[in-house]
């Protein structure tokens, strides 16, 4: 079978799925953007022992997207990504093509390739862009925010009624879909296990940065405004006084620059600035903390997961975690033990979970974690799953 994966964000377990299906004999072309930033990305270039049916793609405009510019992502960014991924589908030829993380317009744009070359497409839904968009344009531009919202609301529940077979990352995004003819498949989001496997507390990147012999509090990943980095100079400022403890943030952007002035500003020696790391470098950087930090904004999807709360689960080490309570990375982490979870608006209970979670025993926490990640991410019957969703959707597999 030929299948053709896009995963415009370039995440850790979809190249992984990837992998996993060329190892199996498939032919895949795996697609991603190359021109986003703030986006921890995962290994997308061939690797030593990867199966020779095994392609990656990147999707270069030739500049970094901005993401802020609504308008310009919508009616250049999206249409020329577009053109350049159809490009490399009808180069390819597949039997299916699953798109995940794609902005509508180029969702839009291959499931008509598909359509006009009798290949299947696949919805892997990880977050409802048209609900979101709805939610986050209500408002703006004098009201026209509320028509453009629904606007792409109704142009996502038009691609998802037009698909051969759709995959759901939560058993509760059934009742945000229209009603489908197509099959429907639940398979939860996961990240790569054996990509993350468990390293020394002390480690060669941890030495490296001078945090062998502190106690560590890691946030890595997307940082925006929206995030409230304020919950991060918190952290810092309460611990500013104990000089064995470290705030250390690695990322990119905007909400980095906010953290560079606030660092300057209040003198915030504890608080450790760095850039995204090299991928391979990941379970040294996670196994570097005693604490790893992840927030979601209060806006955030109630099904979003993000991919850094699922890597933290199988470095084994406890979470904390700022997300509206009722998000379904939320109920992952305190349902299981993995770490303390509070409202991404509340400074003072952010900086009380902190002192709490480094004051007693961490260990019970990163042991429920890594169980939950052996658990739940198994590659042999995820990758079965997405076979059967293929058979359903009329592929021969």
């Given at each position: 079978m030929r299948i053709v994966i896009h995963d415009y964000a370039g995440h850790p377990f979809q190249v992984q799925l990837s992998r996993y299906l060329a190892g199996l004999g498939h032919d895949v072309l795996h697609i991603y953007s190359s021109s986003i930033s703030g986006t921890p990305q995962g290994a997308l270039t061939r690797q030593p022992g990867d199966?020779?049916?095994?392609?990656?793609?990147?999707?270069?405009?030739?500049?970094?997207?901005?993401?802020?510019?609504?308008f310009q992502v919508y009616f250049q960014d999206d249409v020329k990504h577009a053109a350049l991924a159809v490009e490399q589908v009808e180069r390819f030829q597949p039997d299916v093509v699953m798109a995940a993380n794609t902005p509508l317009r180029i969702n839009a744009a291959l499931q008509e390739h598909c359509r006009r070359h009798n290949a299947k497409f696949v919805f892997w839904v990880q977050d409802l862009f048209?609900?979101?968009?709805?939610?986050?344009?209500?408002?703006?531009w004098g009201g026209m925010g509320s028509f453009a919202g629904a606007y792409m609301q109704a142009f996502e529940h038009r691609l998802l009624k037009k698909s051969d077979a759709i995959v759901l990352i939560a058993e509760a995004f059934r009742g945000h879909i229209p009603k489908v003819s197509c099959p429907v498949e639940v398979i939860e989001n996961w990240a790569p296990l054996e990509e993350m496997p468990l390293r020394d507390r002390v480690n060669p990147w941890g030495a490296k940065h001078g945090l062998a012999e502190t106690r560590n509090f890691i946030y890595s990943g997307t940082l925006g405004?929206?995030?409230?980095?304020?919950?991060?100079?918190?952290?810092?400022?309460?611990?500013?006084?104990?000089?064995?403890?470290?705030?250390?943030?690695?990322?990119?952007?905007?909400?980095?620059?906010?953290?560079?002035?606030?660092?300057?500003?209040?003198g915030l020696g504890n608080l450790?600035?760095?850039?995204?790391?090299?991928?391979?470098?990941?379970?040294?950087?996670?196994?570097?903390?005693?604490?790893?930090?992840?927030?979601?904004?209060?806006?955030?999807?109630?099904?979003?997961?993000?991919?850094?709360?699922?890597?933290?689960?199988?470095?084994?080490?406890?979470?904390?975690?700022?997300?509206?309570?009722?998000?379904l990375a939320a109920r992952i982490v305190a349902e299981n033990g993995a770490g303390m979870v509070v409202p991404p608006t509340d400074v003072p209970a952010f900086v009380a979970a902190a002192r709490e979670m480094l004051a007693g025993d961490l260990s019970g926490y990163g042991s429920a974690a890594r169980a939950y990640a052996e658990r739940t991410f198994d590659i042999d019957a995820i990758a079965a799953r997405f076979l059967d969703v293929f058979s359903r959707a009329g592929v021969r597999v």
């Amino acid at each position: 079978m030929r299948i053709v994966i896009h995963d415009y964000a370039g995440h850790p377990f979809q190249v992984q799925l990837s992998r996993y299906l060329a190892g199996l004999g498939h032919d895949v072309l795996h697609i991603y953007s190359s021109s986003i930033s703030g986006t921890p990305q995962g290994a997308l270039t061939r690797q030593p022992g990867d199966p020779a049916g095994f392609e990656a793609h990147g999707i270069s405009l030739g500049y970094t997207i901005d993401k802020t510019k609504f308008f310009q992502v919508y009616f250049q960014d999206d249409v020329k990504h577009a053109a350049l991924a159809v490009e490399q589908v009808e180069r390819f030829q597949p039997d299916v093509v699953m798109a995940a993380n794609t902005p509508l317009r180029i969702n839009a744009a291959l499931q008509e390739h598909c359509r006009r070359h009798n290949a299947k497409f696949v919805f892997w839904v990880q977050d409802l862009f048209g609900e979101a968009a709805k939610r986050i344009l209500a408002g703006k531009w004098g009201g026209m925010g509320s028509f453009a919202g629904a606007y792409m609301q109704a142009f996502e529940h038009r691609l998802l009624k037009k698909s051969d077979a759709i995959v759901l990352i939560a058993e509760a995004f059934r009742g945000h879909i229209p009603k489908v003819s197509c099959p429907v498949e639940v398979i939860e989001n996961w990240a790569p296990l054996e990509e993350m496997p468990l390293r020394d507390r002390v480690n060669p990147w941890g030495a490296k940065h001078g945090l062998a012999e502190t106690r560590n509090f890691i946030y890595s990943g997307t940082l925006g405004m929206k995030h409230n980095p304020d919950l991060l100079v918190g952290v810092a400022k309460a611990f500013q006084e104990v000089s064995d403890v470290r705030m250390v943030v690695i990322s990119q952007g905007k909400g980095m620059e906010y953290l560079t002035a606030a660092k300057a500003e209040m003198g915030l020696g504890n608080l450790v600035l760095l850039p995204f790391q090299d991928f391979a470098d990941l379970p040294d950087v996670m196994a570097t903390a005693d604490v790893l930090v992840a927030i979601l904004e209060p806006d955030a999807g109630v099904f979003s997961v993000p991919s850094k709360v699922l890597s933290y689960l199988c470095a084994g080490r406890g979470i904390l975690l700022a997300v509206p309570p009722e998000n379904l990375a939320a109920r992952i982490v305190a349902e299981n033990g993995a770490g303390m979870v509070v409202p991404p608006t509340d400074v003072p209970a952010f900086v009380a979970a902190a002192r709490e979670m480094l004051a007693g025993d961490l260990s019970g926490y990163g042991s429920a974690a890594r169980a939950y990640a052996e658990r739940t991410f198994d590659i042999d019957a995820i990758a079965a799953r997405f076979l059967d969703v293929f058979s359903r959707a009329g592929v021969r597999v």
